[in-house]
């Protein structure tokens, strides 16, 4: 084991304040009490150890380690575990998901106006009932991510200094995908505010979009910085470094960053299955798959999108192998409600974070930008010529084995791609490989900003739009979320998004 020697991201001095670690976004100094929580399966092979201590006795090394995997819990539960985690919202405000109860015009159902891209802004006179993705929501479980990875973070340098370097850098990285997942989905103006480890809470003022990517790549390059020991955490913090490199439009950069990331990488967060089919898990077991796609009545009720608002992908209708589905049934109002077949009904299964898929991909864009014709050559690759773990369902016979092909030797039923011959047609195809390698990951948000942001095409091209049989019958125009009005109100320096643009 490595001696911890690691030297802090430099910040510029802000408000500090105890007090206000006790309101509104202060709800960071709730993430330590979650260090101890759940022994089930954490992300890949990271398993909370049985002895572990009770959170309060954080100054040991074991709970200093404990604190580290309470950290892998929360980004897990952040990620998929909960009706308001990152992937289900950002799959809502996309084209990936529906609303699974749709047909009642005038029904503000929180999740109905998030599909339908009706999101204001609230200006913090009370909670904003609108946008239950964003108040308490998802930026409080991504905040809390953060807050508890600095906690866990302080607290294996003073208490247990011979740990390896990679378990603070695996941290590092946790905070950096934090970031990233903050970037993606909220307007542009969202405070870093921080909790130090055994000190004040510190008020940021927002940054921009791109101020809070550029942070997460300091977190990024911090992790590579100190995780030699761990080949695991160098790739994630490789994918993740690209993937904010994306991001900012540093095409060659983020191509550089995944270069030695292997074909067959894959961080996934491992969801176990729900017992108790009358309860919803609060973060320890299983996945949003199972009370969103699974039982209706519960959780948010969701199903895949197929063609949604006209410039929808096919995702069902395509039928295209790396997008398996089943039929839930219908709606109360007649609609069709699939679910993913490579996520079974009772939560448990994974979804990926990081992968080589992912790396070639970045790779592909990269090329595409340089105008060389390596770009085709990799997404053919990735169809035809590619390892990949997947999952089905052994217990639904509705599936079949053509479905899904897992193994060696590429996706079974993937041609090889043509060359579109227009800049824009290319760019499309690109992004339309993206969407079907990355379904129901988290990155399809991000890769629609960027088409405006970056392609210069127009939302009302890029997002759903049109008609919406529920809430006000049509799609409105916010392509970010807002942050919630209790940000406006505990943080004295925050005064709003600056912009709500791609």
């Known amino acids: 084991m ?29 993430a330590a009490a979650l260090a101890g929580c759940s022994p089930e399966k954490l992300a890949g092979n990271d398993q909370l150890p049985p002895d572990v201590p009770d959170p309060a006795h954080m100054k040991t090394p074991a709970g200093a380690i404990a604190a580290y995997h309470g950290t892998l819990v ?4 952040a990620f998929g575990g909960n009706d308001y985690s990152f992937v289900p919202v950002s799959g809502l405000l996309t084209d990936e998901l529906r609303y ?11 999740p109905m106006l998030v599909d339908s891209r009706f999101m204001p802004e609230d200006p913090g006179i009370r909670s904003n009932s609108l946008t239950p993705s964003s108040d308490m929501g998802t930026y409080a479980l991504l905040h809390k991510v953060r807050g508890q990875a600095r906690q866990a973070r302080g607290a294996l340098l003073a208490y247990a200094p011979d740990s390896s370097t990679a378990l603070v850098g695996y941290l590092d990285v946790v905070e950096g995908y934090a970031d990233v997942f903050l970037a993606d989905l909220f307007c542009s103006g969202i405070p870093l505010s921080t909790l130090d480890f055994e ?12 101020e809070v990517y550029q942070h997460a790549l300091a977190l990024f390059d911090s992790a ?65 798959v199972y009370h969103d796609f699974g039982i209706v009545g519960l959780g948010m009720s969701l199903t895949m999108a197929d063609t949604e608002g006209v410039n929808g992908l096919p995702y069902v209708s395509s039928r295209d192998p790396r997008i398996p589905w089943v039929v839930l049934g219908t709606n109360r109002y007649g609609h069709v409600r699939w679910r993913p077949a490579n996520l079974p009904t009772d939560g448990s299964g994974s979804i990926v974070l990081a992968s080589g898929v992912e790396a070639r991909l970045i790779q592909a864009e990269a090329a595409l930008q340089a105008g060389g014709a390596d770009w085709l050559a990799t997404l053919n690759t990735l169809r035809t010529d590619g390892t990949y773990d997947t999952r089905r369902d052994p217990t639904d016979s ?11 030797g590429g996706v079974a039923g993937l041609a090889p791609l043509g060359d579109p011959g227009t800049p824009d047609g290319r760019v499309s195809l690109l992004f339309q490989e993206r969407a079907y390698w990355l379904y129901l990951t ?17 939302q009302q091209n890029v997002y759903p739009v049109g008609s919406y049989p529920g809430a006000y019958n049509t ?28």
């Open 2 to 30: 490595s001696m911890i020697s690691r030297s802090p991201i430099a910040r510029p001095p802000r408000p500090r304040s105890r007090a206000g670690a006790r309101s509104g976004i202060a709800l960071l100094l709730v």
């Open 74 to 77: 929360e980004l897990r539960y």
């Open 100 to 110: 699974g109860d749709l047909g009642q015009i005038g029904s503000l159902a929180a």
């Open 199 to 210: 000190g004040d809470f510190t008020y940021q003022p927002g940054s921009s979009t791109e």
């Open 224 to 288: 590579l910085a100190v995780s030699a020991d761990s080949e695991r955490v160098m790739n994630l913090a490789r994918v993740g470094k690209g993937r904010a490199l994306l991001a900012l439009g540093r095409y060659a950069d983020a191509a550089q960053a995944v270069a030695d990331v292997p074909d067959d990488f894959r961080y996934a967060f491992e969801y176990t299955a729900i017992n108790n089919s009358n309860t919803i898990d609060q973060g320890t077991g299983g996945s949003f």
């Open 398 to 408: 509705t599936q079949t084995d053509t479905l899904w092909h897992a193994g060696t």
């Open 442 to 458: 988290g990155h399809r948000q991000s890769d629609l900003r960027r088409l405006i942001r970056q392609y210069g095409r127009q």
């Open 475 to 502: 799609y409105g125009t916010d392509v970010t979320a807002p942050i919630p009005g209790a940000e406006r109100i505990s943080n004295p320096l925050f005064t709003g998004c600056r912009s709500r643009g791609a």
